[in-house]
């Protein structure tokens, strides 16, 4: 039992470039979350799915876009990094409560 | 919307208690819950109570609700310095899929 898992760890980018965040749970939740969290800012909510099949905005969706590809696994991307997105990312599925993956931090140069 | 606060910093010495508190606005809030978090790692629960219990306990864990005042606290006893981490408190409004999370209290613990 995996948990919540996140590929990669860590990701250097240039202004501009395009990656996908990957996150997949192992625990038949049906809500799952993309935060990032700055220094000083907490955790913030990006976007989130409470069910496969649909996704919503959260606080800062702006320069990212989400796929529920199905129950396990819910992916994040930056279609055009910018500096701003350097930042720690999160995923998290809740059932009763929330199970966070390990993070990837992210820099854009 | 909600919206929960919690203290920034907390220090204490080793082998005191920790008392981190919370505050939150949503009278409608039907869970609550405290995680921990280490440098470099994610958000680990700690712990949730129900906003129909008072106090919940678990080992050195003491977690109080005062409903009335929308107040929660969690209690460490015995702080070691492996406790030292950053504690993020959250509220799960009824109906709701997307809990509020506080800014979260940085525990200091010295030797």
């Known amino acids: 039992n995996a948990g919540v898992t996140q590929t990669p760890k860590f990701q250097v980018l240039k202004t501009g470039q395009s990656m996908t965040l990957q996150c997949a749970q192992d625990?038949?939740?049906?809500?799952m979350y993309w935060y990032r969290q700055d220094p000083g800012m907490g955790l913030r909510l990006i976007y989130y799915?409470?069910?496969?099949?649909?996704?919503d905005k959260g606080e800062v969706p702006n320069g990212y876009n989400v796929s529920r590809l199905n129950k396990r696994e819910f992916s994040l991307r930056l279609e055009s990094a910018a500096p701003s997105q350097t930042s720690v990312y999160f995923c998290?599925?809740?059932?009763?409560?929330?199970?966070f993956g390990p993070g990837t931090r992210l820099t854009v140069t | 919307g909600e919206d929960v606060e919690q203290s920034l910093f907390l220090s204490v010495r080793e082998g005191d208690s920790s008392v981190i508190n919370c505050t939150y606005t949503?009278?409608?809030?039907?869970?609550l819950y405290w995680y921990k978090q280490e440098p470099g790692a994610g958000l680990q629960l700690l712990t949730y109570?129900?906003?129909?219990?008072d106090m919940k306990q678990d080992q050195r864990l003491t977690v109080l609700l005062n409903k009335k005042d929308k107040h929660l606290s969690l209690r460490i006893a015995d702080t070691q310095t492996g406790d030292s981490a950053i504690y993020f408190c959250?509220?799960?409004?009824?109906?709701?899929?997307?809990?509020?999370f506080g800014r979260g209290t940085s525990l200091i613990v010295h030797p």
């Open positions: 998290a599925s809740s059932g009763l409560a929330g199970s």
């Open positions: 625990m038949n939740h049906n809500s």
């Open positions: 799915s409470a069910s496969e099949g649909t996704t």
């Open positions: 949503d009278s409608s809030s039907t869970y």
């Open positions: 109570i129900f906003s129909n219990m």
């Open positions: 959250a509220a799960l409004s009824g109906g709701s899929y997307i809990p509020t």
